[in-house]
C-alpha cells in the first residue's frame, strides 16, 4: 500500500522562485492536510481540506496555496519562495479528520536559498 | 487558540522500564482530541495513540498508555517496558475541530 506519497524528497528553491509540493493518497480518506515542521519545534497546520472541493487554513497559511479538486491529491503551491519557508514539509490524510489517526507522508526538505 | 506544552526536552531511560512524556494543554473547546506521534531519526511521523475528550477511560495501546487528566488539561504519555527502538521524538498534539497543534516535543533516549 503506498498510503501518503509526497514529491518531491529534497528542494532547493531560489528567493522568488514558485513550486508546488505535491501530496497524494490512495486510502480514500477525506481529511488531507499540510505542515511544516522548523528545527526545534513541532509540526505546525498550514492548511487543510475535510473534501475535495473545501480548504481552509491552519496556523501559518501565509505564503502557500492550496486545492483540492480530487479526493486523492492536495498539492501545496508556494507562490514566491523567500527564506523563511525553509523548512521540511508533511502531508498527512486521515478518514474525517480531528478525531482519527493521521497517516504522514514522507515529508519535504525545503531549502530556500 | 490552543496551546501545547511539553516540558521534557529530552528524557533518558533504561531498557525495560517505564518512562511518562509529559503534555498539558490549553484550549476552551469542550471536544477535542488528544494525540501522540512518535519521529524516529529517519524523520517519518508514526501515530501511537489517541484520546478523545468525552472518553472516560484512558486509552491504551500495546506498551502505550494516555494518562488523561481531563481538569489539569494534561494528557501524559506512558511507555512500559522500554525498548531501544524507542529512542525518538516524541509529539503531543491536539485537535479542535480540525485544527491540529503540536508541541515542540520530548527527545527520548533509551539506554542498553
Known amino acids: 500500500n503506498a498510503g501518503v506519497t509526497q514529491t518531491p524528497k529534497f528542494q532547493v528553491l531560489k528567493t522568488g522562485q514558485s513550486m508546488t509540493l505535491q501530496c497524494a493518497q490512495d486510502?480514500?480518506?477525506?481529511?488531507m492536510s499540510w505542515y511544516r515542521q522548523d528545527p526545534g519545534m513541532g509540526l505546525r497546520l498550514i492548511h487543510y481540506?475535510?473534501?475535495?472541493?473545501?480548504?481552509d487554513q491552519g496556523e501559518v497559511p501565509n505564503g502557500y496555496n492550496v486545492s483540492r479538486s480530487t479526493t486523492e491529491d492536495f498539492p501545496l503551491r508556494l507562490l514566491s519562495a523567500a527564506p523563511s519557508q525553509t523548512s521540511v514539509y508533511f502531508c498527512?490524510?486521515?478518514?474525517?479528520?480531528?478525531?482519527?489517526?493521521?497517516?504522514f507522508g514522507q515529508g519535504t526538505r525545503l531549502t530556500v536559498v | 487558540a490552543q496551546k501545547i506544552t511539553q516540558t521534557q526536552p529530552g528524557m533518558f531511560v533504561q531498557e525495560k522500564e517505564a518512562v511518562t512524556l509529559d503534555c498539558t494543554y490549553d484550549?476552551?473547546?469542550?471536544?477535542?482530541?488528544l494525540f501522540w506521534y512518535k519521529q524516529p531519526s529517519s524523520g517519518e511521523m508514526i501515530f501511537l495513540i489517541y484520546?478523545?475528550?468525552?472518553?472516560?477511560q484512558n486509552a491504551t495501546e500495546g506498551r502505550y498508555s494516555l494518562n488523561f487528566q481531563k481538569a489539569r488539561k494534561s494528557a501524559n504519555l506512558v511507555i512500559s517496558a522500554s525498548q531501544l527502538g524507542d529512542s525518538a521524538m516524541y509529539f503531543c498534539?491536539?485537535?479542535?475541530?480540525?485544527?491540529?497543534?503540536f508541541g515542540a516535543g520530548t527527545r527520548l533516549t533509551v539506554k542498553p
Open positions: 486510502m480514500n480518506h477525506e481529511y
Open positions: 498527512a490524510s486521515s478518514i474525517n479528520g480531528g478525531n482519527t489517526e493521521a497517516f
Open positions: 484550549t476552551s473547546d469542550p471536544s477535542y482530541g
Open positions: 498534539a491536539v485537535d479542535n475541530n480540525n485544527d491540529m497543534r
Open positions: 484520546q478523545g475528550s468525552y472518553d472516560q
Open positions: 481540506s475535510v473534501g475535495a472541493g473545501i480548504t
